[in-house]
């Protein structure tokens, strides 16, 4: 129990549980001991939690801090918005963390860091210390560049739904209101940003429901990018043989302003009216990560040492996910935050046990996207780490995207989601 | 031992071995990256549509892994990715999935 504040543990009662799980550890893996809290419970977060536990044997102590009640997933979640899945498919409970891995769970919300102390205050008024700590906390958005969405009025009208929750649904009934010969609009932001290919296989699945429901209906895509992020060609092809005269592209429109009273979307020089207008908006790491002084690259997303996730400024605080400034072609993806969760929970055990990390790590990615609510595409990825730059680097010859969109991808996406599921929750 | 620059040799070159050395656990690291799809340990939810690994004899799983890598087995996405491992990491993580129960 080194290391461990005991009071705050007496206080909310779950020290004997956790002596007894201790005592449940399975024989011949390495006991390591320690405390080890992680923030926000999302891709990232959720698999760190679950792999410390495991490859431990249980016998680091976990605690991990979850604003929300249950995990709900922003892979899927475009489904929801198309119609062909519910909230339902895409929540997960924190039980079985719980329950069979012996991770304390609080909900509550992460006020600082000391990582002087190793300690970080909660907002619920508790405390807690660790021996290392790993913040997975995801992205917050830059209102300030829309200056009409700046306000909380503004941004419950002019929905995001780039974090999966009640932000989905009310985007769907949005959806569902709009007039047949409405106008769908969805603004892109610049790389790098959530989930690449994610604005794209959302408006395909947007044009999908139209198409069946509201067949005089637009959806016009305001990408402040130069093209198509990811998967281009399947994305291109998709939107001609499926949607035409449904999806119109834009490319290098990036939103200056909101007028948030007529749901009109100010460019340089033109203004697009919209019956419902859906705005990506510009991100960075989430606040907790700037609040607790870890070093970001423009000013903008973590950096940290690719052999342990480490911050590069704040030692002991491992960061993951989105939040950090990525590697070279590497996406902001659910599937590379568990990646990188376990590289940082390997690194943990052993750095607790006082060894160096793997000098070798290997992280690997995937991200299927629909195109209608059967049809799936691909883009596949791998990393190996690379000692002269310091960094993961993309496998030359390796990786790709679909050859063409199909259903039996749509059967594997699905499952994909079952098993990383289970991979981070159960 | 006196000499700075003897101790400072002996610190680099104990640094470096201690750098170069393989992890113990590698062919666990590297099979977790299947996991997202494979499901933990190379069991996945029964039921998802995708292979468990766990328990597959390591010639089997390394001939099928093999011949995707080289293209001789057809696939979606697994061609692309075991491009991405070499071969000596596609052994360790053969081996470790038949160890897996």
Partial sequence: MAGINRRSFLKTGALAGLLTLAGCAGGGMRKTGGHVVVVGGGYGGATAAKYLRLWSANTVEVTLVERNPAFVSCPMSNLVIGGSRSMDDITLSYDRLRDQRGVRIIHDEVLAIDAQARSLRLAGGGELRYDRLVVSPGIDFIWQDIPGLDSASAQARILHAWKAGPQTVALRRQLEAMPDGGVFVLSVPRAPYRCPPGPYERASLVADYCKRHKPRSKVIILDANDEIVSKKGLFVRAWAELYPGIIEYRPQSELRDVDVATRTAHLDFDTVRADVLNVIPPQRAADIAARSGLQLINQRWVEIDWLSMESSNTPAVHVLGDAIFPAPTMPKSGHVANQQAKLAAAAILRLLAGEPPDPAPVLMNTCYSFVDSRNAIHVASVFQYDRRTGVVQPVAGAGGVSSARSELEGRIAAGWAQNIWADMLF | ?101
């Fill in chain 2, 1 to 101: 031992m006196k000499h700075p620059a003897a101790l400072l040799t002996l610190t680099v070159l104990t640094t470096s071995l201690f750098a170069q050395a393989a992890d113990p656990e590698r062919a666990r690291n590297l099979a977790a990256t299947c996991a997202n799809c494979h499901g933990t340990n190379g069991r996945a939810v029964a039921g998802s549509g995708i292979d468990p690994l766990a328990g597959i004899d390591k010639r089997v799983s390394l001939q099928k892994l093999a011949d995707f890598k080289n293209g001789q087995r057809p696939g979606t996405i697994m061609p692309q990715i075991t491009r991405g491992y070499s071969d000596e990491q596609l052994e360790l993580i053969a081996a470790y999935f038949a160890t897996q129960k």
